[in-house]
Each structure stands twice: as C-alpha cells, then as structure tokens.
Nanobody, 114 residues
Framework: QVQLVESGGGLVQAGGSLRLSCIAS????????MGWYRQAPGKQREQVAF???????DYAESVKGRFAISRDNAKNTMYLQMDSLKPEDTAVYYC????????WGKGTQVTVAS
C-alpha cells in the first residue's frame, strides 16, 4: 500500500504564506493524477488544486493566482505553495493520489487569522 503524509500546516496571519508537502511512500509510478483538497468544519470537502501526470494543472476559482501545485518525482513529494492567504482558506488540507488505488493522507491543519 502507498501511504501519504502531509506536513507544513500551521497558524498564519491573513496575507501570509505556507508551503504544504505530501510525501508518498514507495514509487509514484502508476499515479495518473494528484491533488490537494480541503475541508472546513461543517462543510463538504472540496478540490483545491489538481495535476495530471502530463503536467497540466487546474485550480479552484477561489485560489487561482494565489496557490501553486508542484511535484518532485525524485523525492516522491507533492507541494502546495499558498500565498496571500485569507481566513476562508482555514481548513484541514489533504493530499490525494490516484493510480491503481485512490490514496489519501490524514490531513494537515491550516489556520489563517484575520
């Protein structure tokens, strides 16, 4: 089984930045897409950023121009750079990788203070 571990969450003031990391166990061969999701208390989990194996990316309208998804295959790591953070970005952020199976991390808390 592939395991995903997120890190980099924390408390930041509005307008600040955070960089989230998601480290996957084993090889990412066979992974066809990966992305970042978030869930605030009492709300549905939503897709934040998405990248396919060919490199194309997509972002939720609410984060376009502020967030950037990237990957480092040599380190089996996916990143989410978050700039100009807003209080409404507060949520637990999860990484997801899709291949033969659908893999999810346990999440990392991001809190943005106004």
């Amino acid at each position: 089984q592939v395991q995903l571990v997120e890190s980099g969450g924390g408390l930041v003031q509005a307008g600040g930045s955070l960089r989230l990391s998601c480290i996957a166990s084993g090889s990412m061969s066979g992974i066809v897409s990966m992305g970042w999701y978030r869930q605030a208390p009492g709300k549905q989990r939503e897709q934040v950023a998405f990248i396919v194996i060919g490199g194309s990316t997509d972002y939720a309208e609410s984060v376009k121009g502020r967030f950037a998804i990237s990957r480092d295959n040599a380190k089996n790591t996916m990143y989410l750079q978050m700039d100009s953070l807003k209080p409404e970005d507060t949520a637990v952020y999860y990484c997801r990788m899709v291949g033969l199976w659908d893999y999810w991390g346990k999440g990392t808390q991001v809190t943005v203070a106004s």
